[in-house]
């Protein structure tokens, strides 16, 4: 049986935490909600598809969702931050995330 592999990553500052979910979230719902109404309308459609993946991703980099690259295939993986393993997309491989503190 193969070992569960271990990778380290630096954990992101965030400087502005509270802050910028205060701001990003509404921002994405708002987003979302507009996009929503635009394809109601029908010609807007493609427009407001694109403005809901838009706020879609807010929400995602509002999580703090950080790049991982698996050390069995090298995937790039993405997972929220602080969780303590994934599991690869590509290869299946669980990994454990140690997160270090960035240096100040
Ligand atoms: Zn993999």
Do not use: H
Not at 26 to 53: D, E, K, Q, R, S
Not at 58 to 80: D, T
């Amino acid at each position: 049986m193969a070992e569960i592999q271990t990778i380290e990553v630096v954990m992101k500052r965030s400087k502005t935490g509270w802050a910028r979910k205060l701001i990003f979230f509404p921002m994405a719902a708002f987003g979302f909600l507009g996009g929503a109404l635009l394809c109601l309308t029908i010609v807007g459609i493609i427009p407001g598809f694109f403005i809901m993946a838009g706020s879609v991703g807010l929400v995602m980099a509002g999580l703090n969702y950080r790049q991982v690259k698996c050390p069995n295939c090298k995937k790039k993986n993405y997972v929220v931050s602080a969780v303590e393993d994934f599991k690869c997309s590509r290869c299946g491989n669980p990994t454990i995330i140690e997160w270090k503190k960035p240096r100040p």
